[in-house]
């Protein structure tokens, strides 16, 4: 007579469900001080204070939306500002965020739900 135990773990990821029910890919990035719909983008990693404003731009293709975009921008070391954006399913949805021309290094990081995108720097002097 053979005993076989066999055990088994589910293991539920919040992340992973989160992962499922948002598909977006990006398929453009840019960080520019220009704004202009259907203009080539001035893109750069660094401005000055005279430029008044950064545009973040991003562009996705996204079948499965269950959230906003957040686009989390970091200066020099701290939080700066969370801005959500509204998510349709698109081929190419686009979408921008602007902040000030604050002096210091800046980190910018997309998600999507809890899911990260990207995340890129730039720097006003």
Same mark, same amino acid.
Do not use: M
């Given at each position: 007579? +053979?005993?076989? #135990? &066999?055990? =088994?773990?589910?293991?539920?990821?919040? $992340?992973?469900?989160?992962?499922?029910?948002?598909?977006?890919?990006?398929?453009?990035?840019?960080?520019?001080?220009?704004?202009?719909?259907?203009?080539?983008?001035?893109?750069?990693?660094?401005?000055?204070?005279?430029?008044?404003?950064?545009? +973040?731009?991003? #562009? &996705?293709? =996204?079948?499965?939306?269950?959230?906003? $975009?957040?686009?989390?921008?970091?200066?020099?070391?701290?939080?700066?500002?969370?801005?959500?954006?509204?998510?349709?399913?698109?081929?190419?949805?686009?979408?921008?965020?602007?902040?000030?021309?604050?002096?210091?290094?800046?980190?910018v990081k997309a998600y999507v739900g809890k899911r990260f995108l990207l995340s890129d720097t730039f720097v006003v002097r």
């Open positions: 007579i +053979a005993i076989v #135990s &066999l055990g =088994c773990h589910f293991i539920f990821n919040p $992340l992973s469900a989160q992962t499922a029910s948002n598909d977006c890919v990006v398929l453009d990035w840019q960080i520019t001080k220009n704004k202009k719909q259907g203009s080539t983008f001035d893109r750069h990693k660094e401005f000055n204070r005279n430029d008044k404003r950064i545009y +973040a731009f991003i #562009s &996705l293709n =996204c079948t499965r939306v269950k959230s906003n $975009l957040r686009l989390h921008f970091i200066r020099s070391g701290k939080n700066h500002a969370i801005i959500p954006l509204p998510l349709q399913p698109s081929q190419r949805w686009r979408t921008w965020a602007s902040v000030k021309t604050l002096k210091g290094k800046w980190l």
